[in-house]
């Protein structure tokens, strides 16, 4: 979710209501920092928090141990059993969750503001007394499983594997997420106990808060809620890694009657001084729906595909420019021969001037019009927080995306947009393609 959201982040924030840009930074008397959007209009209280390092943290031969401990964190806990830990949190409307990103682990806790006693404990005793009951590890390690094996037989997933290993190697960007079937068995209740001893600590918690709650109230709570925790977490170094070598294309055959294609090549990082500019390319390119030059070439044009899009993946060690569409196996070299053809003319010329606004217009008004819940605000927070921006850094956020020239658009083009490095993995059995390996 984390990747998803971090260009997403960069163009909400001017969208939401005044109040919403007035961010506190509140400490907590036990020292946890939190960032608090104060929001009386409604007693309700949303709490977004996120340890850095994720899925790419798990051991090799324990790949799926993140996922498999955030599954289980709310399936009793304390005194409370899965039914019973359901029941109260049911009981009280209290919504909390965990799940495991590629660079983060993450949680959210939303409640009415009366209930904020209650479910800053249940949150504590999710993360410090958690069950972790065999039948319960049993039942969860089934579902992974079956998700696995489901997985293993979709071309969409086979693809994305491909081109994973393709763009990064043994890089722990590439490897399962979820774990395989070998390991995801390997897993053991002492596993889960180390996963939470050693990645669920202060000194890695980034928390954000919106609603109904003051500062000094939110102090108590975040100790409440987190104040068990270990002080710090385990040192885990994930090496950066850059795309390289030549364009390739990889064909994995599996009966369909479409094929599933993934191109890509490496992208910009988040604190590159052509980020904005690249955002707004990619936007041009294939970000934007049904404006954008792909969905214009390849769907509306040619009918070749019901939809095709880019966008900017970018983790804490590594920047990628990805897309992806389907289309007819008799017709998905026309398709692919248009995708590459926009691919190199917006590496060669970057967007007009006309292309360029309209992103910054877009990006900068309709979009930032679907976040407006207090959950999601907060988890814009955290991962502003993450990436080390500042609370003002938002009022700039606007200005730096106006601020981006022509000049500084097509560069970031030239940068992204490279047909002698994309990297092509198709599945299923397309027709008129080569594999070059």
């Known amino acids: 979710m984390r990747k998803l959201l971090l260009v997403a982040f960069l163009f909400v924030f001017a969208a939401l209501p005044a109040r919403a840009q007035n961010i506190e930074e509140v400490r907590s008397p036990g020292g946890i920092v939190a960032w608090l959007i104060r929001d009386p209009a409604l007693p309700v209280l949303a709490l977004e928090f996120s340890w850095r390092g994720g899925t790419a943290a798990d051991p090799a031969d324990k790949l799926g141990l993140a996922s498999i401990t ?27 969750g ?16 009366r209930d ?29 499983l079956q998700g696995i094996a489901q997985e293993d037989a979709n071309p969409q997933t086979l693809a994305r594997r491909a081109f994973a290993k393709a763009a990064l190697g043994d890089h722990p960007y ?35 808060a919106v609603g109904d709650v003051t500062p000094e109230r939110l102090g108590q709570l975040l100790d409440r809620a987190f104040g068990a925790l270990p002080a710090k977490a385990e040192t885990i170094e994930i090496p950066r890694i850059e795309i390289t070598g030549p364009a390739r294309t990889l064909i994995i055959r599996r009966p369909a009657t479409q094929t599933f294609a993934i191109f890509g090549q490496q992208g910009i990082e988040r604190d590159d001084p052509d980020f904005y500019a690249a955002a707004l390319v990619n936007y041009v390119l294939g970000g934007g729906g049904f404006n954008s030059r792909l969905m214009l070439s390849v769907r509306e044009r040619e009918g070749l595909t019901y939809g095709v899009g880019t966008g900017l993946a970018v983790y804490d060690r590594a920047a990628i420019v990805q897309g992806s569409f389907s289309s007819e196996n008799g017709r ?20 007009t001037d006309a292309e360029l606004q309209g992103a910054k217009d877009y990006l900068n008004g309709s979009f930032p019009l679907q976040f407006d819940r207090s959950d999601r605000i907060a988890r814009l927070l955290v991962a502003a927080r993450l ?41 299923g059995e397309p027709q008129g393609i080569q594999p070059s390996e």
Not at 123 to 131: D, E, N, R, Y
Request: net charge positive; glycine share 8%.
């Open 70 to 96: 955030a599954d289980l964190l709310t399936s009793g806990a304390g005194d409370l059993d899965q039914q019973g830990f359901a029941r109260e949190l049911e009981d009280r409307s209290i919504s909390l």
């Open 387 to 427: 990436d080390g921006r500042g609370r003002d850094w938002f009022e700039e956020r606007k200005r730096r995306i106006d601020a981006v020239t022509p000049e500084q658009a097509r560069r970031a083009a030239r940068r992204l947009y490279d047909p002698a490095k994309m990297i092509v993995v198709l599945a």
């Open 116 to 144: 904020a006693d209650r479910g800053a404990d249940m949150l504590a005793l999710a993360l410090t007394k958690p069950s972790f009951d065999p039948r319960d590890v049993e039942r969860v390690r089934a579902r992974i």
């Open 332 to 351: 998905i070299a026309r398709a692919l021969e248009l995708v590459r053809d926009d691919w190199a003319r917006m590496g060669a010329e970057g967007p």
């Open 174 to 208: 590439a490897r399962q997420s979820r774990g395989t079937a070998e390991t995801v068995r390997a897993i053991t209740i002492d596993d889960l106990r180390g996963q939470l001893a050693k990645r669920y600590a202060r000194d890695n918690l980034v928390v954000a």
């Open 98 to 113: 965990f799940s495991a990103g590629t660079d983060t682990l993450q949680g959210g806790l939303r409640l009415l503001s």
